[in-house]
């Protein structure tokens, strides 16, 4: 296990990204603090060591690194490859290290802190890494999955993530011109550079956000010593380093590389006009798009320079360096009774508190240093209020005129004006640090609420509660609707006829956006009788999926009656009340498995496709079977129910069916002496399950689909996970008026399976395959969207019950289920093998290409697989006498162990071949029978040795399973 970790070093002329790698690895440390040579860093990577891994994550550091560095340690300088050695502190005496290793255990930081002379001080630890220059650091940072909390990408501290998220942000910022050329002074240079602008109070809680959020090993560093000589003293690590002052260096050195990129070496002004400017301002603006940013002190202009651009950017200077308590508000207030004018109402506004307004009149009215208004003190209030309308003004010039007056506090606008105020303007003056203060009506500008749609009302026909579907329609009614009101045609008709983008509706001012109108103007012509409501566009309504009927957005929805009662059961399915045990039923259904057979009974009275996904043990086997015994008993079963399985459980199914449901008849449909033909469609009709086999479902299909099914029954569902699959085409062809998938495991590797199971139990409500990889698939996985992960589960919720053991809610009796991971090492021949095998595929593979490379890479992995079991296994030997296995020896003893304790064991490989070396190797280890089954094995010998296994006592204990 790796760790990879990222701090920015933030220093004066050389900012830089430092990436180090930490590993597990035993060792002993006991650091002396009177050394003088800091200790390494005992879990720290080595240069070499990172880029190799680093290239196995298909990140190679010769890609970021363009030049060599310098490397500098504790007292002495030394020439190294793009490498640099950076101390990091922690405790100074480490007695022993954690045997399990997380980004927590593994931080260079402890709570420990050793004193000298009375002075409290933290160790420092030396790591090696490389130091990433800012261009190169955006470049690494965006190159990091974005998925990175758990699997594949774990490798991703937290430190490493933080300025991932920074380094986001910094795009944003420069997405929205959040910058500034400025002249800074470097030692005895001046330096042309661009400086992010954090003037908004977005951008300045964000900033405090980042800083609160830091981890503290993104502060935790030491800048190399670079003198011959130093004293334990020079150790010591002055903690912590300000969070603002970290993010701001970050902030500034990559957006200057950023901008500067982007601009290229284009001129930022004509040659014509540059050639008449005084040699500073020429240097300033060649500076501020080449790699030499360094403007010559003396050169002509440059103290005007630096005056003009004190004075540009004099309106942003107090919010640059100041956090404002107080700030230039503007409200919009809508127009008096009988009158069209809007005013535009100036206030100084709490920058903390929202509703802390003061008038202009008040502030004009006490010319002070200090105003105590409602018991908080404002400094300089004038001031701060005047600096606020400057800067407005600049931003809208609509506001200048009143400025001429001799105390501004408002302005009049028309309706347009003030439309475009809300729309244009008001997003701006926020971005910019003022306040804004809309009526409330108006105040979610882009809320679907507030937009002219459509109220829908809808419910079953006739309230019949019988097998809808999910293509069947509804009987709904509609109504315009805007701001949360209704209003009718004549109505809206007088609204349109104001042409005004501002309307009042019943003492409420909302927008009426031009495009709505003309979408509403439409919809009327073309009639809406034509529109037609199914129970899927109920549900897409109900969980927000869909969010428009032609073309006119949906601002409410409404179920009423029996369709209320079904969207409120299947977004919770504790609603539905559990359905009493069948009285043929031989057993007892424990209360979690009576809500699942109620919820299948629930789903099928409607037609919908129904996922049971409870976890393996929960019993979804006897779910089903009281299920279709209910039906059974209120004479619904009227026809045949076909069940697909894996081969190996096609007995399992008979017997258990025959077990807890004796009334229920059942029919093997599998092996030669199958019915075919006319034959097997009449004795269909005879059974009220058919069970059969996936292997055959595509073989005979066409008999299949000769027979009239009430409903198909997929188990282990994620047979189908692969839709282009032959078995997954074959059961989509097959008719029925319900549709069962049972599976723990409804999504294994990739959320295609989830939609392949899905369009099996309910066809085109995910829609097709390419539009759910756009909308769902790629989002999620690609880049961890959490908005489109959330519109799915709304969506597949209702037709997947997923319980778990874990779940104490669901049963209290079961005793937990114990796993332990046991590591085996390998024998010296294993081992010799292992890098012979490795060795031999990797100078095979270097020289491949595109899918023949992932060809051998996938099969050096298999080889790897069965050097692991034995070598036997791999170089085909007839017995595992010759060679010596650490895994093999690890199986004996569990075996030997679980026998005298009078346990039974199941052995599960995915390699046939192991299967029959490892039989009669545990039969004469043992001294007992043991059972393999594997494809080969016959029906009539599965089910012989199942049923030994499991009722027999003095059956065999061990059975191997081949897993494919």
Not at 559 to 570: K, M, T, V
Not at 658 to 681: E, M, N, S, V, W
């Amino acid at each position: 296990m790796a760790i990879l970790h990222g701090i920015w070093l933030n220093k004066k002329q050389n900012n830089c990204l430092f990436i180090w790698g930490e590993t597990w690895r035993s060792a002993q440390v006991n650091a002396d603090i009177s050394d003088a040579e800091i200790p390494s860093h005992p879990l720290a990577m080595t240069a070499q060591e990172l880029s190799e891994w680093l290239s196995s994550r298909n990140l190679k550091i010769a890609n970021f690194i363009q030049q060599p560095q310098v490397a500098v340690t504790a007292g002495r300088k030394r020439q190294s490859t793009a490498v640099k050695e950076v101390p990091l502190p922690s405790q100074a005496q480490i007695i022993a290290l954690p045997t399990q290793i997380s980004v927590n255990s593994i931080s260079p930081i402890h709570s420990a802190v050793e004193s000298i002379d009375s002075q409290p001080y933290l160790h420092p630890w030396k790591v090696e890494g490389f130091c990433l220059q800012p261009s190169v650091a955006i470049k690494f940072l965006a190159s990091l999955p974005l998925s990175n909390i758990s699997g594949k990408d774990a490798f991703i501290s937290g430190d490493l993530r933080f300025w991932s998220q920074v380094a986001r942000w910094s795009l944003d910022l420069i997405s929205r011109s959040k910058f500034l050329p400025i002249i800074q002074r470097e030692t005895d240079k001046l330096i042309a550079s661009w400086q992010v602008l954090l003037d908004s109070a977005v951008d300045g809680t964000r900033l405090e956000k980042f800083s609160q959020l830091m981890p503290l090993g993104c502060r935790t560093y030491q800048t190399a010593i670079e003198s011959e000589e130093f004293t334990p003293s020079q150790l010591y690590v002055d903690l912590p380093l300000p969070p603002q002052e970290l993010i701001l260096g970050f902030l500034n050195s990559t957006i200057d590389v950023q901008v500067r990129e982007m601009l290229g070496s284009q001129a930022i002004i004509e040659p014509r006009m540059m050639a008449a400017l005084p040699a500073g301002v020429r240097q300033w603006l060649q500076g501020l798009t080449t790699e030499s940013p360094t403007i010559n002190a003396d050169a002509i202009g440059v103290e005007r320079l630096q005056a003009a651009l004190t004075a540009w950017t004099l309106p942003l200077q107090y919010q640059l360096t100041h956090k404002a308590l107080f700030r230039t508000c503007f409200e919009l207030r809508s127009p008096e009774a009988g009158e069209s004018a809007w005013k535009l109402i100036y206030y100084l506004q709490a920058a903390d508190d929202p509703a802390f307004l003061v008038d202009a009149a008040t502030i004009w009215q006490h010319p002070v240093e200090q105003l105590v208004y409602q018991n908080r003190t404002i400094e300089q209030p004038q001031e701060t209020f005047m600096r606020g309308l400057g800067l407005a003004s600049r931003l809208y010039p609509a506001i200048a005129p009143s400025l001429e007056t001799e105390y501004p506090e408002s302005l009049s606008l028309n309706p347009i004006q003030a439309y475009d105020f809300i729309k244009s303007v008001a997003w701006r003056l926020e971005d910019s640090g003022l306040g804004v203060v809309l009526p409330a009506s108006l105040a979610n500008r882009e809320g679907w609420a507030n937009r002219l749609g459509l109220k829908i009302t809808a419910e079953t026909p006739n309230q019949q509660q019988g097998r809808l579907g999910l293509q069947s329609l509804l009987n709904f009614q509609w109504k315009l609707a805007i701001g949360g009101q209704t209003i009718s045609k004549a109505q809206f008709d007088r609204l349109v006829a104001l042409n005004s983008p501002l309307v009042e509706i019943n003492g409420e001012w909302v927008e009426l956006r031009p495009q709505d109108i003309k979408t509403a103007q439409s919809f009327f012509a073309s009639r809406k009788e034509k529109m037609s409501l199914s129970l899927e566009d109920a549900l897409r309504l109900s969980t927000g999926d869909t969010q428009a009927i032609e073309k006119l957005p949906v601002v409410s929805f409404e179920a009423s009656g029996a369709l209320q009662e079904l969207i409120g059961a299947l977004t919770n399915n504790q609603a539905i009340a559990p359905l009493p045990t069948p009285a043929n039923f031989k057993g007892e259904l424990r209360p979690y498995q009576q809500r699942g057979a109620a919820w299948l009974a629930f789903l099928e009275r409607w037609g919908l496709g129904a996922c049971l996904a409870d976890d393996m043990g929960l019993g979804k086997t006897i779910q089903f079977i009281a299920f279709l015994l209910h039906l059974k008993e209120q004479d619904a079963l009227e026809k045949p129910t076909l069940l697909v399985c894996p081969t190996s459980v096609l007995g399992n199914w008979e017997r258990e069916v025959k077990k807890f449901a004796p009334t229920i008849k059942i029919l093997q449909y599998h092996g030669d002496k199958r019915p075919k033909g006319k034959t097997f469609t009449e004795t269909a009709k005879k059974y009220n399950i058919v069970v059969t086999s996936y292997s055959l479902i595509h073989r005979d299909l066409k008999s299949l689909q000769t027979v009239d099914w009430q409903a198909i029954v997929l188990d282990e569902a994620q047979n189908v996970k692969n839709s282009d699959a032959k078995q997954s085409q074959a059961v989509r062809q097959l008719e029925a008026t319900f549709r069962i998938a049972l599976t723990g495991t409804p999504v294994e590797n990739r959320l295609q399976e989830l939609w392949s199971i899905l369009d099996f139990l309910n066809p085109g409500y995910l829609g097709n395959k390419q539009f759910f990889q756009r909308r769902f698939a790629m989002p999620i996985e690609k880049y961890g969207d959490s908005a489109s992960l959330n519109q799915l589960r709304s969506l597949v919720q209702p037709f997947i019950l997923r319980r778990l053991k874990t779940d104490k809610d669901i049963i209290q009796d079961l005793p937990e289920k114990q796993e332990m991971t046991v590591f085996c090492g390998l024998s010296p021949e294993q081992a010799t093998l292992y890098q012979k095998v490795v060795e031999e595929s990797l100078s095979e593979i270097d020289t491949a290409t595109g899918l023949q490379r992932r060809g051998m890479i996938l099969a050096l992995l298999i080889k790897l697989k069965q050097v692991c079991n034995h070598p036997a296994q791999y170089l085909k030997a007839d017995s595992l006498d010759k060679y010596n296995s650490g895994k093999l020896q690890r199986l004996d003893e569990m075996l030997e162990e679980a026998i005298a304790e009078g346990d039974r064991a199941l052995i599960f490989t995915q390699f046939a071949e192991w299967g029959k070396l490892l039989k009669p190797h545990l039969e004469k280890q043992l001294g007992r029978e043991i059972f393999f089954l594997y494809g080969s094995t016959s029906k009539k010998q599965r089910e012989e040795m199942i049923d030994r296994f499991q009722q027999d006592p003095q059956g065999p204990p061990i059975m191997i399973l081949f897993d494919h």
